[in-house]
């Protein structure tokens, strides 16, 4: 599978997948409800899991997935 680079809207942490996007939404979708209750706790799941890889590369986007923000955020 090829891995491609992602951001999260809320919040632009850089992450890449590494399983299948039909397994992680499969892996999501299994998370009890009060992890599925926020982006933070399902991408360090999804993270702890193997799944995504976070990218601690210092390279953010903004709500409107601009790249390293914009003028309006």
Do not use: T
Request: proline share 3%.
């Amino acid at each position: 599978m090829e891995q491609r680079d992602y951001f999260a809207k809320h919040g632009g942490v850089h992450f890449e997948n590494i399983a299948d996007p039909s397994e992680i939404n499969q892996f999501v979708n299994n998370l009890p409800e009060e992890k599925r209750e926020s982006l933070y706790e399902v991408l360090y799941e999804l993270n702890n899991a193997g799944m995504i890889r976070l990218l601690n590369d210092g390279v953010w986007a903004d709500g409107e997935g601009e790249i390293g923000g914009s003028d309006e955020c």
